[in-house]
């Protein structure tokens, strides 16, 4: 930890326009502010899958895991089961997240694991040069689909819902503002945090018009508490046309997570010698 | 009489693993140590199951071709098992479901009589086993009271009333060796583990390894012992990484499907140095093959799983103690120089019972790694004389902690700097230098038999047992390698010495443990597979070494 | 001047790899063969991108320490390479960016005038270049022509204005050779695969594979072929065994990582007989280690992956037309043996382009199994002499057709049969016995140089380029196994000889190919080996072999 | 293909009592039916995990793909892809195809490929003993679990819906006629169809007494063509508390598959040697 704050002086490689510059200040400063309100440092644990989104991890000055393509939130879950005092964050790619590793996130949502997943959703596979992802709209000519893709995106929002995630937002990268204070309260949500961000990728999906065109920010008449209303209004995009694109905090409950599930009644400790003399005793 | 063997077969459901189970620890009040084999297909309910215990004065891994006690629940038992039966053979079955010679009880009368419910059939055929094998009814009382956790009444009064229709054929000595805990292979490994310091144990159920996370799902029920059975087994290993880099000892267990899906982890594990112990249990293959028979046919896939170099730690152990021994090794060893470790079982070990001399005084305590320092200028992977980085684990004050699977600088940040990837590559090769040189230390490689004989088995993992027994027999020497990597060259030559012939026995096709020694200047001069799924018998691997040219 | 070497280099983004392209096309227009080595970092703008091209009389599959030629687009290519300059070099660079003695040209002025986008810059110095190198205006007009498909006339003005700065330094002779295609090792795979009858091709991004993937779909849009890119790797060789399950033949393309994911795949393809060709791109690892650097460091990964023991093809193509030979080959052997087969490749060979000589006549056909016959009594796993099982595929007229990972019967069906199991264990091995005297008629092992030298290299895959080049100057002989799995032990101890000494070159840190070669008896008396991503250059080789004692 | 029908001689080796005879007759019937009404048999393919609901591959006299598990629908998948005139279904386990293999399940769903994927939901693992699943109830007590899981289960209708699958319907092994109905509908029905069977396993958990208390069949009023109502109906009960359990078709609607969408036009075919030729002279 050199004292030059949250970013490292590793040589930073996105491209220039890249929407990944405002998630990392946007995290930053959620990070800084929750460092501020009392959380040290080294409680803090940054996990990232791989594409352009993980570089995060070298760039961010934090505790990091630098894991592998699709497979942050396992990571993430099992550092938060081993210590609950960790406060453990995980940026993640579109393809990362969707597509080779969504199962995970699935089950994260599920069990409730106290953990935020940002999912830098630039709907393109960036640091491969551009195949269609997950949330790619039909047609899209990636690479690996010159003529056009075969089939529509989904929505990660009605997933996520479904799996019963516990705070789910969106965000977008030409919104800062917003973009930082989803994560920031992702962050300070006791339970499984998911937030969709929409990532502009300057060199293979520039979508920062559309994005300028019809991102709004979900007024006061939103209730966090609705399931329906969450669901409905995650409904209103579906990935795919041009329509109003909302971002904000979707849903946001409480129920217990898995940590406090999993946590021992105290006074159960025993000895390992002890435990391992009673076992042999019992199987003689 | 100085062995006895027992088969007692029935279907799936009827309990025939627990009464196994409790013939075993009967042999083990008398004084004797106990193996017991367990036969089952992959079905739930029917099918043929079937555990042949045999006890001896001396250690035993191993059955033979004929039992002395056949305990037929049903037809099929003994339908299945005649060529198991000689002249000398006593026949105890179920007379309602079994037409045979020898002491016939009819079950479901007695069972009938007390009220008591189908499946402790077992319990009055035990009962009938023990009148005729000589063996007192307070030896049973004592056996079933300790091992029977439900009806634990009834199932004595059936027990007795076959005790009383049965009557003696022969009379079990009675040694006055103080009797020995009966340990699976994987309670063994589990045990072995959790003397190593295990924190951790994370699993998705595979065959033969689902009773591991079964024993420590209840171990961890009781005590500090955090066992978690996710979705997937790449989850599994992601998250025993994920554990690994707060510092918690952690292992996974599996086989080989499930195996295949951690070896991307693995590879991680072997960048990002953070260790793990993956207990892998071998069945049959390719695939999903025969789920519940064994095989040796993963080492060489054992060995290199994963893409890229890096250094690994792989046991075979042969019996429960090995597996309790190296077993908690391999926790300590992995988790000092930071590298992944294998424990390579197979169904035989893991599924099978062996009396369990406890091996704990024998364990050396690996010196752990000292921590790193604190602090700001912390570096996760410091380039140091034997490639071990001093540790540290989140949250540590001030201290940034950064894992990374990329090719990284000492600091954990990405690099592609052509010096800084060599320079780790060589880091890392010194690792595996350094833990070799910590297992010149150890017990690498096992010895039986005669030491200067002019024929010897090479052998590995569960066959060892077999191997041991017929290498007496025969005045033959046997050499079981038990760490397979760093694969101790030098102790196997040593031991091996320059005989006549040297016989690789192994449970598979293509002769995995012959190609390894290959590598490393050894050659065989003939081989005994076996590759049906079912272990050697002694008397059939007997048969199979004098048929070697 | 038979030889002559060029260096391009910018920021990612700029295009260096197409104007590497196009300045070899212009050798190929002067009758000369051509090798193209790219070298990049694992991010999309900025950095630092170059290419090395090479030409010469010969063919070429390496490059040298230094250039003839060094085109700078940036101040970095001057400084980075600095190394690679000689009293010889000529520099060629942006004046506006670069400070250097050479030909200076102010591009971004030069694009101004021209109304150019900045990419256009490459054109600028490849005509600066075209004219130091007394490359005639109409090859290069004409190379442009062919390669450039958007702003063509833009690209050729600014391509002369490059050219009437310059002033000549040499003339590069002119031979009257035809042009030769110039094929990336990806493309070259590809054809191959076509060649051999691909009809799928499946597989989920990963470098250096990636570019096959796009390559391959281009040819989907308009042909025949089925090309999919699905969630995730696991799916990849799932559903190429799908789709094999009907009969179309499908490849799949990986890198380690990926390959990993597949291996369950892999062993399911071993048991339950449905061919699949796996093209596995190996890069520097362990695990994501660094992407877009190069290694050979997969090799024992890629013939033990997977649990269980079964046939499987592995080869490694060392240049373009071994790539396509061999690529048509293993689909083709794939499909005869319903095996699955490797085709491990690497970095320098998937991204480096080759001049490329049409080696289709030299493509033995291989005799295709003939179809089992329909009905009722078909057996898609009917036990035969060679192992191999007369396939038929859904949907086929009154006939059922039933494929399975679990040990099964002839008919397909579950079994768990000890004698049964055998049995199909052993059809398995006949299998892999008939695919290895088919081999035995191929041309599995390459040599060059000396074949009666007292000291021969091994090495494999794409060293061989540099290898051979390498022991021509040094009076050594080449022997490249091309053929990994089954191992073409007689051909290499053939080809090898008795010489004093044998040197094992390889891009490793553990000497892999030398560890397989010890398995066969075959000993290396000395080893050089390379572990930092970057593939040896000619000059470095030879000075590594001079100081192996 | 004997000609004993549909059922082969292999030994059955399920538990008396199992669910799984139940959904084994429910699909011959229904696959019967599809044979009658002229779909010759060589066109069915079944492709089946691994669990004891997978040895379905063994029992019916049909194509078939006994692949590993977790791994059904991939291979479905690209059985259907390769040959569309094929009709493609899949048993797979709860374990199988919520746990292991979940993300292809959502793939599936989203491609809208034209397959049948019958989940065997017995709500625990079977061949491996009794295990919890994804969709047992929290608190179950399996042999990973002596203590009871830590998590809720999800809801797998509700995923399915969220992912896009065209077809949605839950059968009960209670209820064998209304199972044949919604199996048989599946299987007609064009694009991703799923049916989620509440399966009773006998030896480890045997729910028939809650089925049978809490099943009913959705009626005549039910829209199947409503999404929003399809998605409130699947929410009725949530896999863990005890509450009215319908069974029938949930949601059904049309889209093209990917199928029909990866269709080439016709007359793009080339020979293999002409295509090489063109390719190699575009690169001189
Ligand atoms: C198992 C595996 N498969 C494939 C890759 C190659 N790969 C690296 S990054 C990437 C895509 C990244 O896309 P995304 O997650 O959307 O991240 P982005 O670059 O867009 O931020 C892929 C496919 C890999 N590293 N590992
Ligand atoms: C990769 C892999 N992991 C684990 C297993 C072991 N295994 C076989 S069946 C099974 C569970 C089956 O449960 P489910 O899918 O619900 O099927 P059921 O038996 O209940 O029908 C498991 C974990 C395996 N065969 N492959
Ligand atoms: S490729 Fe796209 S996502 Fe990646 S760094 Fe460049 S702009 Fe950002
Ligand atoms: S264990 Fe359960 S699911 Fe499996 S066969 Fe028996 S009753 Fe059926
Ligand atoms: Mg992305
Ligand atoms: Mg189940």
Redesign the interface.
Known sequence: ???RGLI?D?QN????GCGNFVIQFALRDAIQSVIDSGI????I?L?TG?G?HA?M??YL???????????TV??????K???P??TVICCAGDGDAY??????L??AA???SDITVIVHNNRV?????G??T?TSPLGFRG?????GT??????PL??M????ATYVARGCTRRKKNLEKVIGEGIRHRGFAFIDVLQVC???FNLSDVYDRHVYELGEGHREDNF?GA??KAREWDYNSESPISIGIFYRTL?PT?EE??E?PPG???N??A??TK???S?? | MDEISVLIGGRAGDGINSAGLIVAHLFSQLGYQAYMYFDYPSLIKGGHNFTIIRASRQKVGAFRAKVDFLLALNQDCLDLHTARIDAKTVVICDSSRVRAEGICIPIPDILKEEHAPPVMGNSCIIGAFARAAGIGWEVVEKVLTQNIRKGLDQNKKVARRGFDMARGYVTVPVHDSPPLPLLSGNEAIGLGLLHGGLEAYIAYPMTPTSNLLHFLAEVGEGGDLLVFHPENEIAVILMALGMGYTGKKTAVGTSGGGFCLMTEGLSLSGMNEIPVVVVLGQRAGPSTGMPTYTAQSDLHFALHAGQGEFPRLVVAPGDAEQAFFWSSLSLQLAWKFQVPAIILCDKTLCEGYYSFSDPRETIPTIQPQPPGIPGTSYLRYKVTDDGVTPPLYPPTKETVIKVNGYTHDEAGITTEKAELAALMVEKRVRKGMALERELALLPTVSRYGDPGADSMIVCWGSVAGVCREVADSLGMGVVQPVVLAPFPKDGVKAVLGNPERVLVVEENACGQMEMLLACHGIRASGRVHKYDGRPFTVEELKERIAGVP
């Open positions: 930890m050199t004292d490292t590793a490689t996105w491209c220039p040290e440092r080294e409680r644990v996990v791989i352009c570089k991890a070298d000055n934090v505790n990091s895991f630098y894991s592998i393509h699709g497979r396992p990571v993430a879950t099992a550092i089961m081993a210590r005092d960790l597509a080779e590793g969504l199962d995970h699935v089950f599920k069990r409730n596979y960036g640091l491969t040069t195949q269609y997950p690479r690996s689909t010159p003529g075969r089939e529509e995106p989904f929505n009605e997933i819902l479904s799996s019963g300057a060199s293979y329906s669901f409905e129920r898995l599930r999993m021992k159960q400790i025993m390992r010698p435990l391992i076992i042999l005793e199987r003689t």
